[in-house]
């Protein structure tokens, strides 16, 4: 079975420090892998993805994540934060093959500290 | 146009009133998706439509019936609902089986259920 797990409820960061959102899956098979960002009353919205090539995907906002086969993780991070990047962020795989079915991890709030 | 535009914005339904969610995107996807999300919590996939035919129910009860009219068109008609199904009620589409794969997501309906 797919599972996405994202082990920080809250992230605290200072504006202007590197931040990183952790995420860890378990998919049979090769995954697509996404970060989306939800802000209060909003959709999500998406900021990148994984599905083959270059292991460090870049992706909207100044957001990058790195894919980690060994060790199964997809963590999310940015070199420099802003108090605008404060939100919830979720993870997400879907299996490659024969599914629609995208499954989201619990969702990290960060809290970006001015 | 890469929206995904759901209406109504917000919903207060009593649990014997019939109301109905609708979604609509021109992005020419061919799967589109109900998500229900409750307060901090992930999305939890409800339907999802590949191609105007339902492809995945997970499980929802009746009192949500889902149609697909066209491809571009979606809603998720409600009946009898109960106070628990208070949540942020979201349709996402996606193009499938590409690079291009991810999901374009609505701002969502906000339903109270009295």
């Known amino acids: 079975a797919q599972s996405v797990a994202q082990p920080e409820d809250q992230v605290n960061v200072a504006e202007g420090n590197p931040l990183t959102v952790k995420c860890t899956y378990s998919?049979?098979?090769?995954?697509?892998l996404f970060w989306y960002v939800q802000y209060p009353n909003r959709g999500l919205q998406f900021l990148l993805k994984y599905i083959t090539g270059d292991n460090l995907v870049k992706g909207s906002y100044g957001f990058e994540a790195e894919f980690n086969k060994s060790q199964t993780s997809f963590h999310l991070k940015k070199p420099s934060a802003l108090v605008s990047d404060s939100a919830l962020y979720f993870c997400a795989v879907r299996a490659v093959s024969g599914t629609y079915k995208y499954i989201f991890g619990t969702g990290t709030r960060l809290k970006v500290l001015a | 146009d890469t929206e995904v535009t759901q209406t109504p914005k917000h919903l207060v339904m009593g649990m014997t009133n019939k109301k109905s969610l609708k979604c609509e995107q021109h992005m020419g996807h061919r799967a589109m998706y109900w998500y229900k999300q409750k307060a901090k919590k992930p999305p939890e996939l409800m339907f999802v439509y590949s191609y105007e035919k339902l492809s995945i129910n997970e499980s929802v009860p009746s009192r949500f019936s889902p149609e697909c009219p066209n491809s571009s068109l979606l809603n998720l008609h409600l009946h009898a609902l109960q106070p628990e199904d208070s949540a942020l009620y979201l349709c996402a589409s996606s193009i499938s089986g590409t690079t291009n794969e991810k999901l374009f997501f609505g701002s969502g309906t906000q339903l109270s259920v009295l």
């Open positions: 998919v049979s098979g090769n995954p697509y």
